[in-house]
């Protein structure tokens, strides 16, 4: 009997493990299932010239932005951010913080009438926030973007220049509502 026991123990751990491993893939705990997903973002933390508050990047790529003391803001569970810029994005005379982050989904909650269903892949998304209130409040969030960013900087006049990963170099700025391509050719109607 106690033979029995051992080998019916022995043909269970392989699908057990096999299932195991399934769940993680399929509730996100894992990075299998989008090979796009970056590396870790290279880690750090940046202060303001004052003091006043600071920026901390994660290899896990958990953004944390400081006060002098606590937290004002941290990054949601599940996003990845690659990068971050500081600058006036605006033209209203004060910094707004620029985020590079991989997510699951294309679109936030409110999506177009024509997608259904759960979106579970990586897409790679830029929000922008304003320091408000003794804090960081998000005013844009873009869906996934297409092409991707490879590397970005932000311009002494506060536009973002954007490396796309087919090689192509864009300039970017925010006009109103959401950034707009600054540099894309004209088209005639």
Known sequence: MAGLIR?????????????????????????????????????????????????ELSTAGVLTVWGRHEPLFVSEPG??????????????????????????????????????GRDTRYSQHIFLYRWQDGGVRPFWMSSGLNPEVASWSMTGDGCLAIRTTGGEDTLWGWRGWGLERLDAPLRRL
């Open 7 to 55: 080998a019916a123990r022995g043909r269970l751990i392989l699908p057990l493990a096999a299932l195991v491993l399934l769940a993680a893939v399929l509730l996100g705990l894992g990075r299998a299932g989008d090979p796009r997903l970056p590396a870790a973002p290279d880690a750090g933390a940046w202060w303001t010239a004052d003091g006043g508050w600071a920026v």
């Open 79 to 116: 996003w990845r951010v690659r990068g971050f810029l500081t600058g006036d994005l605006d033209a209203d005379g004060a910094d707004e913080l620029a985020l590079l982050v991989w997510r699951r989904g294309f679109y936030g909650p409110s999506r177009p009438f024509w997608q259904t």
